[in-house]
Structure formats: structure tokens, C-alpha cells
């Protein structure tokens, strides 16, 4: 089965670190590019950061530039998201979602995601 | 970047359509044919629906039909079902290699 498990989310104070995994299976996460989405409680889908499936293309929503790191380890069919400098308006579910076309550049379609990881920024 | 813009809501009875609009501008929408739609149900992760303006994805029902016309996208979904109660949301690539989302829209079969 296809499957993308994330972990690592949590509470975390202001200005606190986090990093999340995503564990791929069923696949090879090595063909295809990568994505976090996220989801603030009760509001709607927000692109967070995209890497390509050789690591070479990496780009980050604004909101999260500078702050975020996102890499990716296809010998353990893995995906991380580094959050530092975390803000209360980070407070989210984290999703990670496989781009829906193996060998190409995210464009935004996104066919396999994962349950989600909670992360909440509160003092 | 500036989220899509969608309605907030839609409704519909059973066996009707209905179409949901997603605007954009030219760095998006407009210049691009990377148009997503995804259905998410509360409490579940989204699902893919329509890739790349009018692709439907393996297993996905042939009522749910996209398109675009200048920097506006739209889904169409044919013979509503109570399961297509729902939240949608529009996603494009844009200029700066980025994807943007619309802000979503609440489908209510009545």
C-alpha cells in the first residue's frame, strides 16, 4: 500500500525548534518530488515548501523562508521539515504530500498525503 | 503570494451540478496549466481530484471535470452526491516556482 506516515509534531514555545518526518512505503520516494502543506485549525490549505526528487530544486512559501528547511533522504525513503524560529502563527497540522507525476518538478499536484502531524507554537 | 481566490460556498440537490470557480492572475492560473482541485473531508487529509487543469487522477469518479479560461480555473462536479459534501480547494504553480492555494470553498448537497 502507498503510504506516507509523518511524526514529530508537538508543543513547542515561541521561538522553539521542531523537525518532522515523513516516512514513505509502497513506493520509492526517490522518483518523485516531495511537499509540506499545512493547515491552520480552521482555515484552509496553505503550501509550505517543495523539494525536488534529487534535492536540486528546493523552494519555501514566504511566510516560512529562513526559518524552514526541508531535505529529504531517499535511501531511508524520508522526508524532513526543520522548523526553527517557530511563531505562534506556525501552530498547524503538517501534512507531506508526493507530488502525483514520478521524475517531474512539483507544479502542485499532489496525489498521496499523509495523516498529518500537529504542531503547536504556545507559551 | 496571494491566495486563490474561491466562493466561500456552494450548494446543490442530489443529481445536480454545480461548478466552482478559482481565480487567479497571469503569474498563476493565467500562465500555467498546473491547476490542482482537491476534496477534503473535516478531519481528513485532502484528496486529489483534478491535476493539471483537467487531468483526473486513477479511481477518481468521471462527474468531477476541470477547466480554465484566462486566469480563472473551475470544477465542475455533474450528478451531486451526498459523499461530495465537502470542502474544495484550487491550487496553482506560479511564476516564482512556488503553489499557491485558494482559500477553499464549503460544498453543501442539500
Known amino acids: 500500500e502507498v503510504q506516507l506516515v509523518e511524526s514529530g509534531g508537538g508543543l513547542v514555545k515561541p521561538g522553539g525548534s521542531l523537525r518532522l518526518s515523513c516516512a514513505a512505503s509502497?513506493?520509492?520516494?526517490?522518483?518523485?518530488?516531495m511537499n509540506w502543506v499545512r493547515q491552520a485549525p480552521g482555515k484552509g490549505l496553505e503550501w509550505v515548501s517543495s523539494?525536488?526528487?534529487?534535492?536540486?530544486?528546493?523552494y519555501y512559501a514566504d511566510s516560512v523562508k529562513g526559518r524552514f528547511s526541508i531535505s529529504r533522504d531517499n535511501a531511508e525513503n524520508s522526508l524532513f521539515l526543520q522548523m526553527n524560529s517557530l511563531r505562534a502563527e506556525d501552530t498547524a497540522v503538517y501534512y507531506c504530500?508526493?507530488?502525483?507525476?514520478?521524475?517531474?518538478?512539483?507544479?502542485?499536484?499532489?496525489?498521496?498525503w499523509g495523516q498529518g502531524t500537529t504542531v503547536t507554537v504556545s507559551s | 503570494q496571494s491566495a486563490l481566490t474561491q466562493p466561500a460556498s456552494v450548494s446543490g440537490s442530489p443529481g445536480q451540478s454545480i461548478t466552482i470557480s478559482c481565480t487567479g492572475t497571469?503569474?498563476?492560473?493565467?500562465?500555467?496549466?498546473?491547476v490542482s482541485w482537491y476534496r477534503q473531508h473535516p478531519g481528513k487529509a485532502p484528496k486529489l481530484m483534478i491535476y493539471?487543469?483537467?487531468k483526473r487522477p486513477s479511481g477518481v469518479s468521471n462527474h468531477f471535470s476541470g477547466s480554465k479560461s484566462g486566469n480563472t480555473a473551475s470544477l465542475t462536479i455533474s450528478g451531486l452526491q451526498a459523499e461530495d459534501e465537502a470542502d474544495y480547494y484550487c491550487?496553482?504553480?506560479?511564476?516564482?516556482?512556488?503553489?499557491?492555494f485558494g482559500g477553499g470553498t464549503k460544498l453543501t448537497v442539500l
Open positions: 504530500a508526493r507530488d502525483c507525476a514520478p521524475g517531474r518538478y512539483s507544479y502542485g499536484g499532489m496525489d498521496v
Open positions: 509502497g513506493f520509492s520516494l526517490s522518483s518523485y518530488s
Open positions: 523539494i525536488s526528487s534529487t534535492s536540486n530544486y528546493i
Open positions: 497571469s503569474s498563476d492560473v493565467g500562465g500555467y496549466n498546473f
Open positions: 493539471d487543469v483537467s
Open positions: 491550487s496553482s504553480y506560479t511564476s516564482s516556482s512556488t503553489v499557491v
